[in-house]
């Protein structure tokens, strides 16, 4: 019998502990910190072994196969044992790809992804198609092939997951854009980033389907550097393209799939902001692609609700808009966020930095900021970049507070902008608590 272990027991870790039982595995889960209640009782309903506090080596290093918690880095004590001893590492997306003959639309990038996820899994499911949402969201992508017989399944992934994928394919793959983020992962290399998303493209063939960004630049050298084998789907909203492609011309999108143009004003778009139409773009090919009709698609990018803490109006309070963006990680997150801001903005930013270069909104900043408040542990880095380029900046160390001082120092006609460009882990749980805690916060004012 072959022993599978699994680092971490968060919903990906338990999901893939699920299916390798139930495919004939010794299966044993190991997590450093404390398991959740609700995973441990499924742990102990399956009567799967596991530990918690600690990995101890002599219940790992005997592993046939490991499959690793994309929150796990490379440089991990443990990790670097496995790869020492040979034992291969893998992430839960590649195992569960083992065991499914379904269609997987893969979807990356280093922002809009879970946006053009969702929205593609909704055109799916209006379509009637028999679909799974995994990977970064919904269920794990495990549980689901070990519990479900989904056609269809919808796959965010991030670049962790594709780290950790090796015979894994797409049929059809999604690269929204590749902008740095996560560079401690990467040695603050871009270059290791971004060939760790161009992975989403590995294993395809002739049949299969690439759908990519014309405008961003790094996909473009990458694929001169590594020419796709799949059929190509660019789309574009500078440049009118030929053949099967996206584009936008004055303020029409077209979208021409099968030799059979689907055409909508921008203002059709369930979703406003420029981000919002390479979105639409990427999702309408992803779906015509898969012969969904255009009718259908077209219903589907114009009444698309967009997920929570992505750019979520909470509530309007003495004439100042609260804004909950808590799932922009990262730099270019909340530049489109501040992007798409109309009134003077309150910022309210920080966090654990992942290697932020905060010049590249600076413009933004100095335009639209009128304060930022501080929500973070270690906030010098902050205060020195922004000190001087906008009116106050003011330290706070709960979402209450946050919102409290946003509020007292706001007027009529601003925003309260949260969008924090860095990770939640000082503070919080994860962007989900944090956007939670401030939602609960405007409620409270």
Known sequence: MKRLVILGSGESGVGAAILAKQKGFDVFVSDRGEIKEEYKKVLIEEKINFEEGK???????????????????????MVKKLKEKNIPVISEIEFAGRYTNAKKICITGSNGKTTTTMWVYHTLLKAGYNVGLGGNVGKSFALQVANENY????????????????????EVAVLLNITPDHLDRYEYKFENYAKSKYRIIQNQTADDAFIYCYDDEVIQELMEKEKPTARTFPFSIKKKLSGEAAWLEENQINININQNPLIMTIEELAL??????YNAMASGIASR????????????????VNVAHRLEFVATINGIDFINDSKATNINSAWYALESMEKPVIWIMGGVDKGNNYEEIMDLVKN??????????????????FTGKVERIIETKTAKDAVAVSFSIGRKGDAVLLSPACASFDLFENYEDRGMQFKAAVRGL
């Open 55 to 77: 990995h101890s080596a002599e219940l790992i290093l005997n592993a046939d196969e490991v499959v690793k918690s994309p929150g796990i880095p490379e440089k991990a004590e």
């Open 151 to 170: 056609d269809y399944y919808v796959l965010e992934l991030s670049s962790f997951q594709l780290d950790d994928m090796y015979d894994f394919k797409a």
């Open 272 to 277: 406003a902001g420029k981000h919002n139409v």
């Open 289 to 304: 692609v898969i012969d969904i009709r255009k009718e259908t698609v077209r219903e589907s990018l114009s009444d698309f």
């Open 368 to 385: 639209k900021v009128k304060a930022i408040v501080c929500l973070g542990t270690d906030n010098t880095k902050i205060i020195d970049t």
